[in-house]
């Protein structure tokens, strides 16, 4: 069965720097997460979107952000990186009317 | 506000042993599900086991259960004939998709399995 893809899987950037992130969901799934999992912690919500629309929003900073697109894919944009930064970010896709969101493998931010 | 709470930073068991993992959650929300999530060495987020609060009725999955006592809002799993395999980090989470869907995980538990 098709699952989520995200790419890169691996990204090292300078402080400073951009960095796009991006998430393909399931097919037929019209719901996108974006979670944050720092060292050692539990996954934070970013941001979310449904039917291209932003649906939700945690605690993203003002410097990152995010778009979904008419095929459903969606890109994290994160500007002037900081050393914090650096983290496992996941995607997670749903279908319209179900309950369980199916992660992606995550992107590995190493800011420097 | 949602909370997820685990209390157990670390767990150990034997292979072919049981283990049982604590969770508990905190919303004043009626319509909710629960969820459990195995984080292996590789990072990626699997999928364990899932429950309405619906429905009374524990959910299983072959080796995986819970115990979900919905007043006390604990939500528990037991693994079964522990396996090498499932050594892994595993996060409660919980959910309430008329406020956006967003899961809420607890601090994890780190879940080591001895030969």
């Known amino acids: 069965a098709a699952g989520v893809i995200q790419s890169p899987r691996h990204l090292i950037k300078e402080k400073r720097e951009t960095a796009t992130l991006k998430c393909y969901p399931i097919p037929r799934h019209d719901t996108v997460y974006w979670y944050q999992q720092g060292p050692g912690q539990d996954p934070q919500f970013l941001i979310s979107?449904?039917?291209?629309?932003?649906?939700d929003k945690g605690s993203i900073p003002d410097r990152f952000s995010a778009q979904q697109f008419s095929d459903y894919h969606s890109e994290l944009n994160m500007s002037s990186l900081e050393l914090g930064d650096s983290a496992l970010y996941f995607c997670a896709s749903i279908r319209g009317g179900s309950d369980t969101q199916y992660f992606g493998p995550g992107t590995r931010l190493t800011v420097l | 506000a949602q909370t997820v709470t685990q209390s157990q930073p670390e767990m150990s068991v034997q292979e072919a042993e049981t283990v049982t993992l604590s969770c508990t959650y905190d919303t004043s929300e009626s319509d909710y599900y629960l969820f459990w999530y195995k984080q292996p060495p590789s990072r990626q987020m699997i999928l364990v086991i899932r429950?309405?609060?619906?429905?009374?009725q524990n959910a299983t999955e072959n080796r995986f259960s819970v115990n979900f006592q919905k007043a006390a809002k604990s939500f528990s799993l037991k693994i079964s004939d522990s396996q090498l395999g499932d050594a892994a980090m595993y996060f409660c989470a919980s959910v309430i998709y008329n406020q956006g869907g967003k899961l809420i995980f607890g601090q994890g538990t780190e879940l080591s399995v001895k030969p």
């Open positions: 979107f449904y039917e291209k629309m932003q649906s």
């Open positions: 429950q309405e609060a619906y429905k009374q």
